[in-house]
């Protein structure tokens, strides 16, 4: 954090399409969703925390950058005034990253503004190349093994569901603005974000705070979408009649409304989850509406969340443990929360899925799915759905 004083100015302007308003050479930060959200470049402010205490830390490090602010906010409505962008890692013992953007521009139902923070230093990008991503060609064998395993420890009781990620890395440089607008454009009803190298574009809100309201959606069940509407039809009607896809619903809804139950009240949680049908996949969806009870901010509230049934399993320490000591994989920011936070606690997190995290010298970026694995779970049809979850990067980043 910078020792100089820190100015921070809202004011109106007229909407735009937020993405287009990034500088090529500046390092994008982005948060957007059905052409809504909050876009961002240079840094005014950036810190790294980790361990178990991690979302405290960045709540703490946050409040004293907002007390040492001056701000001048026109307009004092969420996303406005000092903005920070957080990537939070899956595992404690990952770096989780907070960045205070110089230039902030939001747009929410018909208006928007920008905020400027000062001082900042621009984060200039590495200008790509050229060239083509390069990707081996996928090997599913230790990821089938791995589904088998695990089958095989559900039914011996040590848990009832678990989360199983793998990595596809591709080498070659990312040209990420192409990317982002790529992602904007195909899955406009997913969020489009990108913090610190992650990227990606993500169907899963894990917490909405705005005031006393708090919203949660929970996807867990997967099946392609077709290009016929038909046969896509009728897939989503087995995905809902699937005893499978329903148990693995289930429990992701269970764990999101107990753990929002700590901190709120009138839980409003549908008794039947929908559809929630995307360019490329259809997932089942459960909307959680709640009332908070207290001034818990959204960093707090998604510390609370995380990590849910849908990214980790269930129990979640058993989970847990599986995940760490049999994946073979560092999740690093993958499956973590991805979003916003302001001055007053207000924000959204998503939970970073359907991404790839970018090299540190920007040769590469590893794409991560990962599949919710219960009783019925089958290792072919797991792969699979894992390689229709990579699809949607895959294709932002194919340069054809």
Same mark, same amino acid.
């Given at each position: ?5 820190v ?44 361990g ?11 409040a ?10 026109e307009v ?15 595992d ?30 621009p ?20 990821y ?9 420890e ?7 569901k678990? /989360?199983? +990620?793998?990595? %596809?890395?591709? #080498?070659?440089? &990312?040209?990420?603005?192409?990317? =982002? $607008?790529?992602? !904007? ?12 190298g ?8 894990l ?12 996807l ?17 009607t ?49 909307? /959680?509406? +709640?009332?908070? %009870?207290?001034? #818990?901010?959204? &960093?707090?509230?998604?510390?609370? =969340? $995380?990590?849910? !049934? ?14 760490l ?6 999740r690093?920011r ?48 797991e ?18």
């Open positions: 954090m910078t020792d100089l004083p100015t921070v100015r809202t004011r109106l302007v007229e909407p735009a399409d937020l993405l287009t308003l990034i500088p090529r050479e500046a390092a994008p930060m982005s948060w957007v969703h059905e052409g809504d959200g909050l876009v961002g470049w240079d840094v005014a402010a950036t810190t790294t925390v980790r178990p205490e991690r979302f405290a830390r960045a709540q703490r490090w946050w004293r950058f907002c007390e040492a602010a001056h701000i001048d906010d004092m409505a969420p996303g406005t005034g000092p903005v920070a962008f957080a990537s939070f890692s899956f404690a013992d990952d770096e989780s990253v907070i960045t205070v953007p110089g230039t902030i521009v939001g747009r929410r139902d018909g208006k928007a503004w920008i905020t400027t923070i000062t001082p900042h230093r984060d200039p990008l590495p200008t790509p190349h050229g060239g083509r991503l390069h990707e081996p060609h996928p090997d599913g064998e230790h089938r093994r791995l589904v088998a395993h695990a089958v095989d559900i039914a011996a009781g040590v848990f009832d678990v /989360v199983l +990620a793998r990595g %596809v890395r591709l #080498t070659g440089e &990312v040209d990420v603005h192409r990317t =982002l $607008h790529r992602l !904007a454009d195909k899955y406009s009803d997913c969020w489009t974000f990108s913090v610190h992650l990227i990606g574009a993500t169907p899963e809100l917490v909405r705070r705005t005031g006393e309201q708090v919203m949660s959606r929970v867990a069940g997967t099946v392609p979408r077709m290009p016929d509407d038909h046969e896509s039809g009728q897939l989503a087995a995905m809902v009649a699937s005893d499978k896809a329903r148990e693995e619903h289930a429990y992701a809804v269970t764990s999101v409304a107990q753990a929002l139950g700590t901190h709120c009240t009138d839980l409003d949680v549908p008794d039947e989850p929908s559809v929630l049908r995307l360019a490329n996949v259809q997932h089942l969806a459960t909307d /959680v509406h +709640a009332m908070l %009870v207290d001034e #818990t901010s959204v &960093v707090a509230i998604a510390a609370a =969340l $995380h990590p849910t !049934a849908a990214v980790c399993g269930t129990p979640t320490e058993r989970a847990m443990q599986y995940i000591s049999r994946e073979e994989l560092d690093g993958y499956a973590g929360p991805v979003g916003w936070f302001d001055a007053n606690g207000d924000g959204e997190f998503g939970i970073a899925l359907r991404c790839g995290q970018i090299a540190d010298d920007h040769t590469s970026i590893e794409l991560l799915a990962g599949c919710g694995i219960v009783a019925g779970s089958d290792p072919d049809s792969f699979e759905e894992s390689e229709s979850k990579l699809a949607a990067m895959r294709w932002a980043l194919d340069d054809d």
